[in-house]
């Protein structure tokens, strides 16, 4: 007796239960969905058996709560009979016509999904491109906000720097144009910019420097005139090289 109640006990623990299941039909196609309370592999577990006015799907190690059947009235399928065969559940569909089973290829171990649709309508089989193509269109959609949205903080603090030049150095704001910049410390940055055809390079921040100013110096002559720290040098003339 205790034998028995151990083998019950064991195939509930490792059988996957049914807790809820949709159809979705169609003149050419039907869905069937399973919602689970644990994962189920899919892999080696789902038998399809098909004879000549019906097809049969048994599920390894999963159940479902009651037997039942269901009228489907579909121009390809008649019936679906439910029910348990031991840790099995065994979905049968009346059909007349030649059917093709498909799984979902999606990876959701707590659903399962299975289309049946005649075999001669086979170029809608594939359960997960429906769902992959809202993935695809709402990922495009994040992807072209995110883009304004860097592309919107880009102009904005591109504005920002032109003004800190302008008024610096005295330049004509709408003639400046922001090449690239980098950050040297929390303080201050490094600039490239174009004015008038030619190349200008600026800390501005803590220090403002031009640094075209001492283009015939090093730039250690330059951040040691301007009283840059030497292990603030060190740093900058690192990141400068990078830039």
């Known amino acids: 007796m205790k034998k028995i ?15 809820d299941y949709s159809l979705i039909r169609s ?37 479902i709560s009651e037997s039942s059947k269901i009228p489907l ?12 065969l031991d840790t099995n559940t065994v979905i049968k569909f009346e059909s007349n016509q030649k059917l093709g089973v498909f799984l979902d290829n999606n990876n959701q171990n707590f659903e399962l999904k299975i289309r049946l649709v005649p075999e001669n309508l086979v170029v809608n089989s594939n359960i997960s491109n429906e ?46 144009k922001i090449i690239s910049y980098k950050n040297l410390d929390k303080y201050n940055k490094f600039i490239v910019v174009s ?33 840059i720290k030497e292990n603030a040098l060190n740093s900058y003339k690192e990141k400068i090289s990078k830039l």
Do not use: H, W
């Not at 009235?73 to 348990?84: A, Q, R, V």
């Not at 055809?197 to 001492?214: Q, R, V």
């Open 131 to 176: 769902k992959s193509y809202f993935d695809y269109f709402f990922a495009f959609i994040a992807i072209v906000v995110l883009l304004f949205f860097v592309i919107r903080y880009k102009k904005k603090k591109y504005a920002e720097l032109q003004n800190i030049i302008s008024k610096t150095f005295n330049l004509n704001t709408n003639r400046i």
């Open 73 to 84: 009235n579909l121009p390809f399928i008649g019936d679906m009979y439910m029910y348990l």
């Open 195 to 227: 004015y008038d055809k030619m190349i200008y390079k600026f800390i501005i921040g803590e220090n403002n420097i031009n640094l075209n100013d001492s283009e015939k110096n090093s730039y250690i002559d330059c951040f040691k005139m301007n009283y």
């Open 27 to 63: 003149e050419d196609k039907l869905d069937l969905i399973f919602k689970l309370d644990s994962p189920y592999d899919k892999n080696n577990n789902i038998k399809v058996f098909k004879e000549k006015d019906f097809v049969a799907l048994v599920f390894k190690d999963m159940l």
């Open 5 to 19: 109640f151990f083998i019950i006990f064991s195939i509930n623990l490792f059988a996957s239960n049914v807790i």
